[in-house]
């Protein structure tokens, strides 16, 4: 999967979660047009986690092993999945974020982890299990060339249109939060604080 698959699935499972989670605790007003109501629900997601941090989780695998596979060790691995694609690394910073949320109430790091965890499941990454179970079966798939992967990627529209529907599907998800930052206080903001009005 690609950026826009991953960021939107991610954003919009959160979203959802959080949505359900609150319906009860909500008294919504009927004054309320469906869109007022959706901003409503963006904003208190985005009071509770970060949703920079969270865009930061659902790309985190490919931030770290892309460049490792493809451009450090380019000729000992030639692929983009590796260690960040593991089990072993979303349990690792889990732990650290179960830790962190313990002993100091911060979250980010848990956030981080359902970022990344719902990385590996839109990967399909059960269906490389080498990679999923790293160190546990088998050793990281190696011998691959940079090329060849690119060729993979650029010819992925055209051989595999699941990835386009799933470029849409994350695209059309990420909308509420587009157009709550754009009606509220603006992308700066956004970026710098994390705050969606
Ligand atoms: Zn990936």
Known sequence: MLTLGH????????????SLSTRSRNTERSDQTPGMRIRGQ????SQRIDLRVLFL???LPDIID?????L??????????LFG??????LAIGLAGAWLYRARKRNWLLVLTYGAAMHLLLDSMWRAPSVLFWPFVGSLPQGGTPEVWLSRMLATPAQNPSALISEAVG???LMPLIWSILRGSGLRQFLRYGEVE
């Open 7 to 18: 960021a939107g699935i991610t954003f919009g499972v959160a979203l959802t979660a959080h």
């Open 42 to 45: 963006v904003h208190s997601l």
């Open 57 to 59: 989780g659902a790309l």
């Open 66 to 70: 892309k460049p490792l596979g493809l």
């Open 72 to 81: 450090v060790l380019p000729d000992v691995y030639g692929t983009g999945r």
């Open 85 to 90: 694609h593991s089990l072993l690394f979303v």
């Open 171 to 173: 695209f059309v998800l």
